[in-house]
């Protein structure tokens, strides 16, 4: 069965420094990996996702992810971290060759400090 | 605004009641994913439609039932309701299931429901 986890439920890091959110994920066939984030009172945003190729993607709001096949990894990364970034972060999963339920993590609330 | 519409965006209920959620995907999006999201259970996928059809299935309970019409519009119904089944009930959409699509799903912005 897929799943994801998020060790760290909050991360906090300084304006301007580079933030991690971590993720790890567990498939029987080869994944499909997406984070999304949930500001206060609001639905998911898509942010990024990895499907093939390059084992770095870019996304939305300067943020990048960074596929490890050995590690089963997927951390989403940030080079400079803004006070608008704080949010609830969720990593997600699915399966190519199973069905097609997208599983999340618990997500990781990231908080930026001024 | 991802375009996956939802109502009621709040709904307060008295325990044993029955609820409906409504969730009309984007334009052109045949899959209708729905998910809860609750403090201690982190987001939990319960159901998905494709074209009316039942595609998989999650941590959905036997109380809980949904559907999806010809106008592919999907309804979450949520019926003799306990005080733990307070969550926000999310729905989603994607243009095709498949992960040979690898495809993004969209979320609405949620209903909450408050069982009292």
Redesign the interface.
């Known amino acids: 069965a897929q799943s994801v986890a998020q060790p760290e439920d909050q991360v906090n890091v300084a304006e301007g420094n580079p933030l991690t959110v971590k993720c790890t994920y567990s498939v029987s066939?080869n994944p499909?990996l997406?984070w999304?984030v949930q500001y206060p009172n609001?639905?998911?945003?898509?942010l990024l996702?990895y499907?093939t190729g390059d084992n770095l993607v870019k996304g939305s709001y300067g943020f990048e992810a960074e596929f490890n096949k050995s590690q089963t990894s997927f951390h989403l990364k940030k080079p400079s971290a803004l006070v608008s970034d704080s949010a609830l972060y969720?990593c997600a999963v699915?399966?190519?060759?199973?069905?097609?339920?997208?599983?999340?993590?618990?997500?990781t609330r990231l908080h930026i400090l001024p | 605004d991802?375009g996956?519409t939802q109502t009621p965006k709040h709904l307060i209920t008295a325990t044993g009641q029955r609820v409906t959620l409504r969730c009309s995907p984007r334009s052109g999006d045949l899959?209708v994913?729905w998910?809860q999201q609750s403090l201690d259970q982190?987001?939990q996928?319960l159901i998905?439609y494709?074209n009316g059809e039942e595609?998989?299935k999650?941590n959905i309970l036997e109380r809980f039932s949904a559907q999806q019409f010809p106008d592919l519009h999907s309804e979450l119904n949520l019926s003799s309701l306990e005080l733990g089944d307070s969550a926000l009930y999310?729905c989603?959409s994607s243009p095709v299931?498949?992960?040979?699509t690898?495809n993004?799903?969209?979320?609405?912005?949620?209903s909450w429901l408050t069982v009292v």
């Open positions: 066939g499909y997406f999304y609001r639905g998911l945003q898509f996702k499907i969720f699915r399966d190519r060759e199973r069905d097609d339920k997208i599983i999340f993590g618990k997500g | 991802s996956v899959s994913y998910y982190g987001l996928f998905q494709y595609r998989a999650g999310f989603a299931p498949g992960g040979w690898g993004t799903i969209y979320f609405g912005e949620g």
